[in-house]
């Protein structure tokens, strides 16, 4: 039961991460254009750190770095053009993963999300400690 609760936080927020990073990408009109090109690919790492946050949730000191490897390593994989990795990308789904071209601004953009994410989940969890102690108290 305490795994669950532990995981739920990051399956209610991957799904939204990945409807906002498409949102923002695909319909410009939402918000201002730096916002358009940097917000889906900050998103891409925090949803890669909610996967994590899924997969291995007891030790959150590996989600950081573990999202900001995948996506350097993703970022680096596009220098690689073999044709079965060009034909991937050709699909939909390839192509949100694997990214089309390598820009060094994605790697700033990949440790941001990396870091916003660390910062949210740190404050989220001293926050839980917080409660958890003060509900303590008030029992004994």
Known sequence: MR??????PYLCVLPVLCALGLL?????AVSPNFFNTFFPDAAWTMAV????????CKDARVHFPAALGVSFAVE???????PFL???????LGGLVLGSGFLWSDLVCYTVGALLCAAAET????????????KRHMVE
């Open 76 to 82: 680096c994989l596009q220098l690689w053009r073999p």
């Open 49 to 56: 750190y909610c996967g994590f946050g899924l997969l291995c």
């Open 123 to 134: 404050a989220v969890r001293k926050n839980v400690k917080k409660s958890c102690i003060s």
């Open 3 to 8: 795994a669950i609760r532990r995981r739920l």
């Open 24 to 28: 923002v990408r695909h319909w410009h």
């Open 86 to 92: 060009q034909a991937l990308r050709a699909t939909v």
